[in-house]
């Protein structure tokens, strides 16, 4: 079974700090993906990454940013938090791309206060 | 643009009875469509996909789902719901120009024992 894990369940962040939310994933995926869900929101996609040191903005990259410095683990950067970000946020993994279902975390709850 | 709509916030079924959860696409190009599940405070989980042959998809836990073009729907169904099946559903769809995927915002289904 393809495992994704992610670094913590719930966190709790002071406006301002540097937060990083980090994913690993122990199937030898390509793809990774970091999403927020938000009630009546849905999904929607912050970044991906393709490989190693490759990373692509989604439709909301703003306020954050990525690193991909091995395959298996993929890190989101919240540079410095703002309420606005407090969501819950879902890390995913694949194997390919658009055909290609995502295996996803347990998700993080980030509060910003 | 291309969208998923699921039309329902919430669907409540009585155990044993059918379910249906609607989804609604509007795709540029073949459509991927995919469901997905989360089941309370965890991430989501594949349940199946149609990319292409029979409209008929069948995929986890008993839920199938049809693929209907000409109403460019992708209805999820179960023939006897259970009251472990509640949870959250997401339909999904490939995003054409970039080959993401798009989620839905997500219904609700509860199962009255």
């Known amino acids: 079974d393809v495992k994704v894990t992610q670094s913590s369940r719930y966190l709790v962040k002071r406006t301002g700090e540097k937060v990083f939310l980090e994913c690993v994933q122990d199937m030898d995926h390509e793809n990774m993906f970091w999403y927020r869900q938000d009630p009546g929101l849905g999904l929607r996609l912050i970044y991906f990454s393709y490989d190693v040191k490759m990373k692509e903005k989604g439709d909301i990259p703003e306020g954050y940013s990525v690193s991909r410095e091995k395959k298996e683990r993929f890190s989101l950067i919240l540079e410095s938090a703002s309420t606005n970000q407090t969501s819950m946020y879902l890390c995913a993994s694949s194997f390919g791309q658009g055909a290609d279902e995502q295996y996803f975390g347990p998700g993080t709850r980030l509060t910003v206060t | ?113």
């Open chain 2, 1 to 113: 643009a291309q969208s998923v709509a699921q039309p329902e916030d919430q669907v409540n079924v009585a155990e044993g009875n059918p379910l249906t959860v609607k989804c609604t696409y509007s795709v540029s190009g073949n459509p991927y469509l995919f469901w997905y599940v989360q089941y309370p405070n965890r991430g989501l989980q594949f349940l199946l996909k149609y990319i292409t042959g029979d409209n008929l998809v069948k995929g986890s836990y008993g839920f199938e789902a049809e693929f209907n073009k000409s109403q460019t729907s992708f209805h999820l169904k179960k023939p006897s719901a259970l009251v472990s099946d509640s949870a959250l559903y997401f339909c999904a769809v490939r995003r054409y120009r970039d080959d993401k995927i798009i989620f839905g915002k997500g219904t609700r289904l509860h199962i009255l024992p």
